[in-house]
């Protein structure tokens, strides 16, 4: 069996002493020898081990890959929300109608805030001024009547008299 010295494969060793003696006289130690199976044994180890870290780095770096396409994705939802929310503010009718805006300037900046979003819905109010009504509401349809404060009543809180009226009422109505 082949013996191998410390130091083999590696450059050797540098030759210097430790200075330990009297008058300066340097002892050499000897040099320590492994079995060659065993040395085999550590290199393919040493050899997996770097395999291993080899394949932990290619996950690391398409784990950063993801990271940055999910941020990219996040950012740019939170912008069209931001700009469906300015065209609502500003009296947009359709809301697919952002899709028709440039939003080229838009951008959410390094704090988190969205910038040039309301500088795009005014650019489009004036480019495409059929796309917006007025801005006083979001909604168009006109608001609900109030009711009759009667029609509203439960009849747990009527009284006898008041609930047979309110009974002859719906029977007559329908």
Do not use: H
Request: glycine share 10%; aromatic share 4%.
């Amino acid at each position: 069996m082949a013996q191998v010295t410390e130091g083999d494969g590696e450059g050797g060793a540098d030759g210097a002493g430790d200075g330990e003696g009297e008058g300066g006289a340097r002892a050499q130690a000897e040099p320590a020898s492994f079995p060659l199976d065993y040395v085999r044994e550590l290199r393919a180890e040493n050899k997996g081990w770097r395999l291993k870290a080899a394949e932990m780095e290619a996950a690391a770096g398409r784990a950063r890959e993801d990271l940055a396409a999910a941020r990219e994705a996040a950012a740019a939802r939170i912008v069209l929300a931001e700009v469906k929310a300015a065209a609502a503010r500003a009296g947009m009718v359709d809301p697919d109608g952002v899709r028709l805006l440039d939003l080229s300037a838009v951008r959410l900046s390094e704090n988190g805030e969205v910038e040039g979003a309301e500088a795009a819905v005014e650019a489009a109010r004036k480019s495409r001024p059929w796309l917006f009504a007025d801005a006083r509401t979001s909604n168009p349809a006109a608001p609900p009547r109030p009711r009759d404060a009667r029609e509203g009543r439960d009849a747990r809180q009527m009284a006898p008299k008041e609930y047979e009226a309110a009974r002859k009422r719906q029977a007559w109505r329908r």
